[in-house]
T-cell receptor, first 112, second 115 residues
Framework: QQQVRQSPQSLTVWEGETAILNCSYEDSTFDYFPWYHQFPGESPALLIAIRPVSNKKEDGRFTIFFNKREKKFSLHIADSQPGDSATYFCAAMDNAGAKLTFGGGTRLTVRP | DPKIIQKPKYLVAVTGSEKILICEQYLGHNAMYWYRQSAKKPLEFMFSYSYQKLMDNQTASSRFQPQSSKKNHLDLQITALKPDDSATYFC??????????????FGSGTRLTVL
């Protein structure tokens, strides 16, 4: 069964620090790796995504680092803000369909 | 305005009963999905439909039946409800469900509580 593993389950950082969220996968058919964030009481929403042709994708303060050989990818949130506090889910999709397999989530808390 | 409408927002049911969760999307997408979110399994894939055809079913129980009456509708019928079915059910949609780099857009969810 396709799996995506995510760590840590929860993470607390101070405002201004860089938060690092990690994910790994097993299935080599995965070829699209998005990160979604979810604020309390809301639905998940796409934050940033990467395809394996790249090993890095940046969008403002958010950066994905991708290591195809080790089947790992991470989300770095630079200059973390209290408004970034949310649950972050990594996910993976293969080219056989648009089903997203999600990791278990990381609850991020940014303290002012 | 919300582009993916889920009804109802909250639902309370008794064990053994049957409920239907409604989902309509107005994004012009051809693929729709159901996901379930609970404390045990944060975001669990259930079904995917593309052009009103079932593409993938990861739900072991036949008590969960998706129903697609229109291209932009994908309802979820749940029969013989159990307390373990208590969760938030999210409907989602994407362009055509063929994979690649499709973005899934999620509705606001239906929070189901089974007593």
């Amino acid at each position: 069964q396709q799996q995506v593993r995510q760590s840590p389950q929860s993470l607390t950082v101070w405002e201004g620090e860089t938060a690092i969220l990690n994910c790994s996968y097993e299935d080599s058919t995965f070829d699209y790796f998005p990160w979604y964030h979810q604020f309390p009481g809301e639905s998940p929403a796409l934050l940033i995504a990467i395809r394996p042709v790249s090993n890095k994708k940046e969008d403002g303060r958010f950066t994905i680092f991708f290591n195809k050989r080790e089947k790992k990818f991470s989300l770095h949130i630079a200059d973390s803000q209290p408004g970034d506090s949310a649950t972050y889910f990594c996910a993976a999709m293969d080219n056989a369909g648009a089903k997203l397999t999600f990791g278990g989530g990381t609850r991020l808390t940014v303290r002012p | 305005d919300p582009k993916i409408i889920q009804k109802p927002k909250y639902l309370v049911a008794v064990t053994g009963s049957e409920k239907i969760l409604i989902c309509e999307q107005y994004l012009g997408h051809n693929a729709m999905y159901w996901y379930r979110q609970s404390a045990k399994k944060p975001l669990e894939f259930m079904f995917s439909y593309s052009y009103q055809k079932l593409m993938d079913n990861q739900t072991a129980s036949s008590r969960f039946q998706p129903q697609s009456s229109k291209k932009n509708h994908l309802d979820l019928q749940i029969t013989a409800l159990k307390p373990d079915d208590s969760a938030t059910y999210f409907c989602a949609s994407s362009q055509d469900g063929t994979g690649g780099a499709e973005t899934l857009y999620f509705g606001s969810g239906t929070r189901l509580t089974v007593l």
